[in-house]
T-cell receptor, first 113, second 114 residues
Framework: DAKTTQPTSMDCAEGRAANLPCNHS???????VYWYRQIHSQGPQYIIH???NNETNEMASLIITEDRKSSTLILPHATLRDTAVYYC??????????????FGSGTQLTVLP | EPEVTQTPSHQVTQMGQEVILRCVPI?????FYWYRQILGQKVEFLVS????????KSEIFDDQFSVERPDGSNFTLKIRSTKLEDSAMYFC????????????FGAGSRLTVL
């Protein structure tokens, strides 16, 4: 799995967009970018994933650069409930396999009132 | 929305005792996992399970740990003889056939070993 680099912490004002960056310069062509988050003391929660096209769902948008060496998770209108640690994980998707997902240190996002 | 259910939410045990943590994965999921998180540390992978056998396990998952899917709905983690350092939050997760990296996690079971 490609190594990822994320800022340790970020703040965002409530109601504003939160943009969380992730660098993955060694990503290979068949590796996806996954985002999870962990609200304090809860289980990690899947947010979104993508290969090379930008993706959007009800939770967030994922913007992947054309060279795929970095990506940004966007929470369009952050709320206090979005305060969490956000993890960027890069890995291949292999159906028929139950391989481990490795969580790094992530980015602590604090949404301020 | 379907969810992964874990019991108990909190268990306190004496060192050396056996503990069983239980999980009910999402019903149509085929892949099952246990992770743990020691207070203030990263989420760590323990074991994954597919097609009634262990797919992968970490160094943490030694002979003191075992997993079982005793029936069509439950997935259990057993710690045979608990140590102080086993105190942690244990998370069960499951995933469906396609996109095996999209896991749904339970709320966790907090284990405190005294």
């Amino acid at each position: 799995d490609a190594k990822t680099t994320q800022p340790t912490s970020m703040d965002c004002a409530e109601g504003r967009a939160a943009n969380l960056p992730c660098n993955h310069s060694t990503i290979s062509g068949n590796e996806y970018v996954y985002w999870y988050r962990q609200i304090h003391s809860q289980g990690p929660q899947y947010i979104i994933h993508g290969l090379k096209n930008n993706e959007t769902n009800e939770m967030a948008s994922l913007i992947i650069t054309e060279d795929r060496k970095s990506s940004t998770l966007i929470l369009p209108h952050a709320t206090l409930r979005d305060t969490a640690v956000y993890y960027c994980i890069v890995r291949v998707a292999i159906s028929g396999s139950a391989r481990q997902l490795t969580f790094g240190s992530g980015t602590q996002l604090t949404v301020l009132p | 929305e379907p969810e992964v259910t874990q019991t108990p939410s909190h268990q306190v045990t004496q060192m050396g005792q056996e503990v069983i943590l239980r999980c009910v994965p999402i019903s149509n999921h085929l892949y099952f996992y246990w992770y743990r998180q020691i207070l203030g540390q990263k989420v760590e992978f323990l074991v994954s399970f597919y097609n009634n056998e262990i797919s992968e396990k970490s160094e943490i998952f030694d002979d003191q740990f075992s997993v079982e899917r005793p029936d069509g709905s439950n997935f259990t983690l057993k710690i045979r003889s608990t140590k102080l350092e086993d105190s942690a939050m244990y998370f069960c997760a499951s995933s469906a056939r396609a996109g095996a990296n999209v896991l749904t996690f339970g709320a966790g079971s907090r284990l405190t070993v005294l």
